[in-house]
């Protein structure tokens, strides 16, 4: 059998049918959500580390930093709602 194109569980995304749209779009938004917001506080805590030692530039990270978080929030409650809306329809335990 010929290893399948993509990361893992891409076998397990084309396998839902249509009827699991809600889930399919959970299953993308719930990791990108949190990489985000990783992300974001990554960059957040580099710009206070920055600013204690009063290099230039804080301003700038601390700002992008929170925008980062910021996304990385609505990206997961997004997925929350889909999750939501798929376990509301009978969806069950999905994933």
């Known amino acids: 059998?010929?290893?399948?194109?993509?990361?893992?569980?891409?076998?397990a995304l084309r396998a839902?049918?249509?009827?699991?749209d809600d889930l399919r779009?959970?299953?993308?938004?719930?990791p990108?959500?949190?990489?985000?917001v990783g992300a974001g506080a990554c960059v957040t805590g580099d710009a206070a580390v920055r600013r204690g030692a009063g290099a230039p530039g804080?301003?700038?990270g601390g700002v992008v930093g929170l925008c980062?978080?910021?996304a990385g929030l609505s990206v997961f409650g997004e997925a929350v709602k889909r999750r939501a809306?798929?376990?509301?329809?009978?969806?069950?335990s999905g994933a």
């Open 25 to 30: 779009l959970w299953a993308r938004l719930a």
């Open 32 to 36: 990108l959500g949190l990489a985000l």
């Open 85 to 92: 809306l798929h376990d509301a329809r009978g969806g069950g």
């Open 68 to 70: 980062l978080q910021g």
């Open 1 to 11: 059998m010929a290893p399948s194109a993509g990361g893992p569980g891409t076998r």
């Open 16 to 20: 839902l049918t249509a009827d699991d």
């Open 58 to 60: 804080w301003v700038l």
